[in-house]
């Protein structure tokens, strides 16, 4: 199955994404198997997929979960690091939202 977030192709069995951790699909509430997104019914066993929090689990869906950032994102920040020149914000002072604001 392959993500709708970053096209990674991942393992039939996986729920969640190799790559970036974004569900594979709809969660069963009740017996767990990964349906489609475009699914309305579970293909074991029967459920409605009625979208809840707890299908569709996300970073972006839950208020106040820290972001994860992307493998280019943390190259490109690790770059910024080593980049700062005297007199800027070190790595100690840069804050969660000085960094957020980069990727905004």
């Known amino acids: 199955m392959d ?8 393992d ?5 994404c190799r790559s970036c951790g974004a569900p594979l699909g709809r969660h069963c509430d009740r017996c767990g198997t990964v349906n489609p997104y475009d699914d309305k019914f579970c293909g074991t066993c029967g459920l409605a997929l ?12 839950v208020p106040g979960a820290p972001r994860q950032y ?9 770059l910024l690091r080593m980049r ?4 800027q914000k070190t790595a100690e002072t840069i804050s969660q939202t ?4 980069l990727f905004g």
């Open 50 to 61: 009625i979208p809840s929090l707890k299908s569709e689990m996300t970073p972006e869906a």
């Open 12 to 16: 039939d069995i996986r729920k969640f």
């Open 3 to 10: 993500c709708i977030r970053c096209t990674t192709p991942n």
């Open 98 to 101: 000085d960094i957020d604001e």
């Open 70 to 78: 992307t493998a280019a994102e943390v190259d490109e920040l690790l």
């Open 84 to 87: 700062l020149k005297p007199g």
